[in-house]
């Protein structure tokens, strides 16, 4: 009996400890807007099927975007984000 | 039937307190009374005769021998128990839903529902929303992944937007410097 009240207190305890972590893993791809998240899965497809050295290239240019100062990598986004709604709208 | 006959043989008014007086059950008075009375009524004095030879057999104890009551109570606890068992099957299997897991899911089964409230603020369908099979879940869940995979796009062309950064920075510089200059002179 005392075993099991263990057990009953054990899992009380944790499981919703692990139930939060669970859920909370994919609180990134949540929130998420659906766009967003169509453009992550067009690009995870993408880059499946790229030549190794492509990846390799991509890999380096995002550690080298990684390490450029906030305001650049803000930058460079907005300019980014610019340029793709200027072509959209051509 | 012969019972009968005495009972009819009996004063009416007097079988009742006859009985009693069988028994010694009524006061003095009463029993005077009766005394009284069957010193004069053969018919009740009869009554009260077949009383005495018939009820002691009737309430005579039987002796019944020490085996009997030890067997008698060996039978009586098996009996017992079988039926305790046949009656109480399922509370055996159920024992340890009740002793922990009653708790346990309903611990997860509440945690869950307000996890699901608090972080889909009321809108269930995010909460229940998965991650497409398209993308696994070790990407998903790692942040930094994700993050690779939604700028990918423009990692592509990184190198010519930072070409593009600098020279609007260089014009930037060189716009700047003639300000600079302009207000110098001026």
């Known amino acids: ?90 | 039937m012969k019972h009968a006959m005495l009972l009819d043989n009996a004063c009416k008014n007097y079988e009742e307190d006859l009985v009693l007086y069988y028994y010694g059950e009524n006061n003095g008075a009463e029993r005077r009374r009766v005394e009284q009375h069957l010193s004069t009524c053969h018919g009740c004095k009869s009554f009260v005769d077949d009383l005495n030879r018939v009820l002691p057999p009737m309430a005579e104890q039987q002796k019944m021998p020490q085996a009997f009551w030890d067997n008698y109570y060996r039978e009586t606890v098996a009996k017992l128990e079988e039926q305790n068992e046949r009656k109480n099957w399922w509370r055996t299997w159920l024992t340890p839903v009740r002793g922990w897991m009653v708790p346990a899911f309903g611990t997860v089964a509440g945690t869950v529902l307000v996890v699901g409230l608090l972080f889909g603020k009321g809108d269930l369908s995010s909460f229940v929303e998965r991650p497409s099979r398209k993308v696994p879940q070790e990407i998903i869940a790692d942040s930094n992944q994700l993050e690779f995979f939604r700028t990918m796009d423009m990692l592509e062309s990184l190198d010519k937007l930072e070409q593009q950064d600098g020279t609007k920075s260089e014009l930037q510089n060189t716009h700047s410097s003639r300000v600079r200059l302009y207000k110098g002179v001026a």
């Open chain 1, 1 to 90: 009996m005392k075993t099991r009240i263990a057990l009953a207190l054990v899992f009380g305890l944790f499981l919703p400890l692990l139930a939060e972590q669970a859920i909370g893993a994919d609180d990134n791809w949540r929130n998420l807007s659906p766009r967003e998240k169509d453009r992550v899965q067009r690009n995870y497809q993408r880059w499946k099927g790229l030549p190794p050295q492509d990846k390799e290239h991509l890999r380096e240019e995002w550690n080298r975007y990684q390490r450029l100062p906030r305001e650049q990598q803000d930058r460079l986004k907005q300019r980014y984000n610019d340029q793709r709604r200027d072509r959209r709208e051509d």
